[in-house]
C-alpha cells in the first residue's frame, strides 16, 4: 500500500479543473467540524504511531500523471501535512511539487510557491506570515481553495505544532 509521498514521488498528482474547490478548509460549521474530525484522527495515528486508512481514493492514471476522480479534498490535506511537517523538521520536500492543481492558476502557483517558502515555527499565525511574504499575491485571497488551504495550515499548526512526525 502507498502512502502519500511515495505516490507524489511516482506520479504528478493534478487536482483536474472538474474538481470544486477545497473544502476542507472552509470556516462554515460543517466544514469546520469536518476538518477538526480529520486531524484529530490523524493526530491520534500520528501519537500511536498507528495507521490510518483514509478510504479509497480513485481516478485515472495517464502519461505519469495520477487524476483523482474523488479524494481531492484527502489528498490537498495531505499534502499540506506533509509540507507542514517537512518545512518543520527541515526535510526536503521538492516532492509535493509533483501536487498540483488544474482548477485555477493561482490555486497551482501557491501551492508550488507554498513548498519552496520559509516559515518561522515559532510564531502562531502561520497564513498571516504567508500573506505576508514578498511571494504572495494579495489577489490569491480571491481563490477559495487558496483560503481553504491557509485556514487549514492554521489548523494544523494549532494541532500539531508540539509534535515531531515525518515520513
Known amino acids: ?21 477545497y473544502a476542507q478548509g472552509r470556516t462554515d460549521q460543517k466544514a469546520s467540524q469536518v476538518r477538526e474530525g480529520f486531524l ?15 478510504d479509497f481514493i480513485y481516478g485515472s492514471i495517464k502519461e ?8 481531492q479534498q484527502r489528498l490537498t490535506t495531505l499534502f499540506l501535512l506533509y509540507w507542514y511537517f517537512g518545512k518543520k523538521e527541515d526535510n526536503n520536500i521538492n516532492y509535493l511539487k509533483n501536487f ?5 492558476a493561482s490555486s497551482r502557483e501557491f501551492s508550488s ?27 490569491w485571497e480571491n481563490d477559495p481553495s487558496i483560503r481553504g488551504m491557509l485556514t487549514m495550515i492554521d489548523e494544523i499548526h494549532s494541532k500539531f505544532n508540539s509534535l515531531s512526525f515525518y515520513d
Open 100 to 104: 498540483t492543481y488544474e482548477t485555477r
Open 64 to 71: 505519469g500523471n495520477f487524476i483523482p476522480l474523488d479524494g
Open 40 to 54: 484529530d484522527s490523524i493526530h491520534e495515528v500520528l501519537e500511536k504511531k498507528a495507521t490510518l486508512h483514509l
Open 113 to 139: 510557491k507554498l513548498i519552496d517558502c520559509n516559515i518561522d515555527f515559532l510564531t502562531t499565525n502561520i497564513s498571516g506570515q504567508i500573506k505576508d511574504s514578498s511571494w504572495f499575491l494579495a489577489f
Open 1 to 21: 500500500m502507498d502512502n502519500f509521498k511515495s505516490i507524489t514521488e511516482k506520479y504528478k498528482i493534478q487536482i483536474p479543473i472538474i474538481q470544486r474547490d
